[in-house]
């Protein structure tokens, strides 16, 4: 599909959308690099983009062939804005849409649930990618990063519970091909990393491979709720923390095969990451 039209990445400066954008501009693909300011992204156009701005939106899509769709941070409601973005998208040409949804979240379940059920009526060629917890949740200024630095715990309501932690560039590699592929995947997708860890064993790893002791700290829903309440609406961060929730009662505890079947190549595991990014010297 190279050359056959612009694709918008929304969030090009965010964790998985940077990684996106970088493989699609590698490999020739032309690409309008959306944020909030702007910024700059090497190899693409760098365009405003504001949900919550929908004047500015037809210029955004002008020429757009496909996007990359990540949901507004810590809205409970995205749907709100998101769907009439997506009618827009599709009265100006856009083909193929693949949104970044959750593991957590099914289609029609709360938040971008809303937006996954309405995907394939909206567009003839889409995907929804759902990955895991993110195996970056660990590094740079994530709370999870911040408490290994600062005091060596991990606090979580995950009880003993498991989770297929991902590498946001398995993610990325992913939707690289949900984009590009001639054929759209044209379903659901859940990303994971090969292994299901629970945060006990997160907290061993950090430690053999940083060398500097790191223990899980498990907390109550109630707990954890009141803290991301300091940081975020109270609605989402009830609903983080019935994510948190549902881990210890044992809904992440699976492993897929996506990234072997679309890359051709097989998932990180978490120890490989964490030598990449945290080895002492790194």
Do not use: C
């Amino acid at each position: 599909m190279t050359g056959t039209g612009t694709t918008l990445v929304i969030g090009a400066t965010g964790t998985t959308g940077s990684r996106i954008a970088a493989r699609l501009t590698a490999a020739g693909h032309r690409v309008r690099a959306a944020s909030r300011h702007a910024t700059p992204v090497p190899g693409t156009e760098p365009v405003v983009f504001d949900w919550y701005d929908p004047a500015g939106h037809a210029a955004t899509l002008d020429g757009v062939d496909r996007v990359h769709l990540i949901p507004p941070l810590g809205d409970p409601d995205p749907a709100a804005v998101m769907l009439p973005f997506l009618r827009r998208a599709r009265t100006a040409g856009t083909r193929r849409a693949v949104l970044l949804s959750s593991s957590a979240i099914p289609e029609g379940g709360p938040a971008v649930g809303v937006v996954h059920q309405a995907l394939p009526e909206l567009f003839d060629e889409w995907a929804v990618l759902r990955p895991s917890w993110f195996m970056q949740n660990f590094t740079g200024t994530h709370a999870h990063a911040r408490s290994i630095r600062e005091d060596g715990t991990i606090l979580t309501a995950t009880g003993s519970g498991r989770v297929g932690f991902v590498d946001a560039d398995d993610i990325a590699a992913v939707a690289y091909h949900a984009l590009t592929d001639d054929q759209a995947p044209g379903t659901d997708v859940v990303v994971t990393g090969p292994e299901a860890l629970g945060y006990d064993d997160i907290a061993t790893l950090v430690t053999e491979v940083t060398g500097r002791p790191v223990v899980h700290r498990p907390i109550s829903y109630e707990q954890m709720r009141d803290r991301l309440s300091a940081l975020m609406p109270v609605e989402f961060a009830a609903l983080l923390a019935g994510m948190e929730r549902a881990i210890a009662k044992g809904a992440e505890d699976r492993v897929t095969d996506t990234v072997q079947r679309l890359t051709g190549r097989p998932a990180r595991t978490f120890r490989a990451f964490l030598e990449r990014e945290m080895r002492p010297g790194r």
